[in-house]
T-cell receptor, first 116, second 114 residues
Framework: NAGVMQNPRHLVRRRGQEARLRCSPM?????VYWYRQLPEEGLKFMVY????????ESGMPKERFSAEFPKEGPSILRIQQVVRGDSAAYFC??????????????FGPGTRLTVL | DQQVKQNSPSLSVQEGRISILNCDYTNSMFDYFLWYKKYPAEGPTFLISISSIKDKNEDGRFTVFLNKSAKHLSLHIVPSQPGDSAVYFC?????????????FGTGTRLKVLA
């Protein structure tokens, strides 16, 4: 049973380009969460999605960042017009249950974004 | 505003001895706490959790203690093994903020010396 998969593992972009990060949740999981880890910091919640729905995007920067989890295919975190401050590790997690109960989130290996 | 704090960035322990990792939180609405372990270039791996209705939870070599009045939790690893060397993150969540929204500390890097 494959775990949470993220690709690419490493992504290099120049300032002003777009970055697309993909996340395939564990089989049977329909809840996806994105976190960002800046250097020397802990993971920070960005967004919680279910299939075709954004449940909570309170941790997402207001501009340039968007996320989706379509009916078919992986969840996508999209960063437009990247800046150097976007350089970070982006982790995706998934869980089988809804956000109304406590449950373990399973994390992917992360995508390391470097903005030149 | 750092709601979950891990004040020790690093810790070194001799193999076979006890490792104690500490975590403090400020929000009294948190009622579920977790510890994750992270190796370099990998994602965090769930280790152990505790609900606020308990003050202790044990799983093999790992025990988490929760002191609600002090808003403090700790992870004990006994005996410590070289393979335990990793970064350990504590995380908290609560019904008020959304049970799915984990608030992470900044991590403690544990080094177990052979």
């Amino acid at each position: 049973n494959a775990g949470v998969m993220q690709n690419p593992r490493h992504l290099v972009r120049r300032r002003g380009q777009e970055a697309r990060l993909r996340c395939s949740p564990m089989k049977g999981h329909s809840h996806v969460y994105w976190y960002r880890q800046l250097p020397e910091e802990g993971l920070k919640f960005m967004v919680y999605l279910q299939k075709e729905n954004i449940i909570d995007e309170s941790g997402m920067p207001k501009e340039r960042f968007s996320a989706e989890f379509p009916k078919e295919g992986p969840s996508i975190l999209r960063i437009q017009q990247v800046v150097r401050g976007d350089s970070a590790a982006y982790f995706c997690a998934s869980s089988p249950y809804s956000g109304t109960s406590y449950n373990e989130q399973f994390f992917g290996p992360g995508t390391r974004l470097t903005v030149l | 505003d750092q709601q979950v704090k891990q004040n020790s960035p690093s810790l070194s322990v001799q193999e076979g001895r006890i490792s104690i990792l500490n975590c403090d939180y400020t929000n009294s609405m948190f009622d579920y706490f977790l510890w994750y372990k992270k190796y370099p270039a990998e994602g965090p791996t769930f280790l152990i959790s505790i609900s606020s209705i308990k003050d202790k939870n044990e799983d093999g070599r790992f025990t988490v203690f929760l002191n609600k009045s002090a808003k403090h939790l700790s992870l004990h690893i006994v005996p410590s093994q070289p393979g335990d060397s990793a970064v350990y993150f504590c995380a908290a969540s609560g019904l008020a903020s959304g049970t799915y929204k984990y608030i992470f500390g900044t991590g403690t890097r544990l080094k177990v010396l052979a």
